[in-house]
């Protein structure tokens, strides 16, 4: 499998809906919700892989400068293979370059792996939230500032 990270494309709804459906089994985004997403510049959703195996999504906001990384996920047999901390820092630099000045995100209180690839990445917990998720699970917001020193030179994206 390759790491090529890349916009996704209405092309990659499929597969997008798909891997959705297999890597969570609540708080799902409906087929038609990615398509939506897709459908708009104002948000960013970035896929990894050459089959597709990872992707993350970023939210903006007219007249904000927080983005919101509303999900990101990795297939289970691609897992541990760096697509998720390269998706990050893909998503960080696309933010960046677009004048976002931090990140905020939500994570599952029960995903200690996702939780030390953000705390790796500089993300700070500034919140818990009690029965936060579908099943009642408690979730972590996590921030981070994003610093101009770390996005200083043109990245190999070119998004």
């Known amino acids: 499998m390759s790491c090529i990270i ?3 494309t209405i092309a990659d709804l499929a597969v997008l809906t798909a891997l959705e459906n297999r890597t969570f089994n609540h708080d799902k985004i409906s087929r038609r919700s990615l ?3 897709l459908a708009t510049s104002k948000n960013l959703l970035l896929v990894a892989g050459d089959p ?3 992707y993350g999504l970023i939210l903006f906001r007219r007249g904000s400068s ?3 990384v509303y999900s990101l996920t990795v297939a289970p047999e691609a897992r541990g293979q760096g697509y998720a901390r390269r998706l990050m820092l893909a998503l960080e630099e696309v ?3 677009r004048g976002i000045v931090a990140l ?3 994570v599952a209180k ?3 792996a996702a939780i030390q690839l953000y705390h790796s ?3 700070q917990l500034i919140k818990s939230l009690p029965g936060y998720y579908q099943n009642g699970d408690e979730a972590l917001r996590m921030e981070k500032a994003l610093a101009p020193d770390s996005h200083s030179s043109p990245g190999p994206l070119g998004l």
């Open 110 to 112: 029960s995903n200690p």
């Open 35 to 37: 398509r939506n997403f």
């Open 52 to 54: 597709v195996v990872a």
């Open 104 to 106: 905020r995100l939500e």
């Open 6 to 8: 890349r916009p996704a």
């Open 121 to 123: 990445l500089g993300y």
């Open 95 to 97: 933010a960046y370059q």
């Open 66 to 68: 927080l983005g919101r």
